[in-house]
């Protein structure tokens, strides 16, 4: 009996009692964007195209990727994912609030008295008060093209590594935050080839160092000057 011999059976007058088992007739797709994410057309947006070359090759510090890892499907919780560019360095934040005012808090929070300069961010709707954000951050928001995860694959594969230690569709509220520490603290003290085998925490307090040095040395000069 073939395929076509079965659904023409099925739809038939004869079948029909069987036809709401099909899968076309159980499920139905809604159109529209894909839940969670805000709308591509926003006009305000700055397109990753547009991030300066220092970001993408990755020669100067403070340009940042931000994702959020979900909880399974019946779980509860996220973790917001932040990653530095050049020195991979990583912060992870748990929440169970994605509005985005909240969001733009923790964001700004975590990156407060660091020299920010741009952040790169998906279309998730959590991110759509990007204009707040850049304000509070006082740096350029960059946004990747729609379901184009590659565009962020430093955060990306910051992920793959919290997954170790925090597996996929599990419930986030209830991973101990010793775990989340833990994860943490991992990304932070692994020795990178990519950074000379230094690791992310080594290559973050240098960055920061060469940042209070400059301070100083324009400071002085301009001590100097008005002297």
């Excluded at 088992?21 to 994410?37: A, F, N, Q, S, T």
């Excluded at 973790?79 to 748990?94: A, C, D, H, M, Q």
């Amino acid at each position: 009996m073939s395929t076509k011999a079965i659904y023409n059976f099925i739809t038939s007058s004869h079948g029909g009692p069987l036809e709401h088992h099909l899968y076309r007739k159980r499920v139905h797709k809604k159109g529209g964007p894909k839940r969670g994410r805000a709308k591509a057309s926003d006009q305000t947006k700055v397109s990753i195209e547009k991030r300066p070359k220092q970001a993408n090759n990755r020669t100067e510090f403070g340009h940042f990727e931000g994702d959020f890892m979900e909880s399974g499907q019946d779980g509860r919780g996220s973790l917001l994912v932040l990653v530095e560019r050049k020195t991979r360095y990583p912060f992870i934040i748990y929440t169970e609030d994605k509005t985005t005012l909240t969001i733009n808090e923790l964001i700004a929070g975590c990156l407060k008295d660091i020299p920010v300069k741009s952040i790169t961010l998906d279309n998730d709707i959590s991110f759509q008060k990007h204009e707040a954000l850049s304000e509070l951050i006082e740096a350029t928001v960059y946004f990747t093209h729609p379901y184009t995860s590659s565009d962020k694959g430093t955060v990306e594969n910051r992920n793959g590594r919290i997954r170790e230690f925090i597996p996929k569709r599990c419930d986030i509220s209830k991973i101990p935050a010793d775990v989340i520490k833990q994860a943490k603290e991992h990304l932070r003290t692994r020795f990178m080839k990519c950074l000379g085998f230094h690791t992310p925490e080594e290559a973050w307090t240098a960055e920061l160092l060469k940042v209070a040095c400059a301070k100083i040395k324009k400071s002085t000069r301009v001590a100097v000057w008005n002297y």
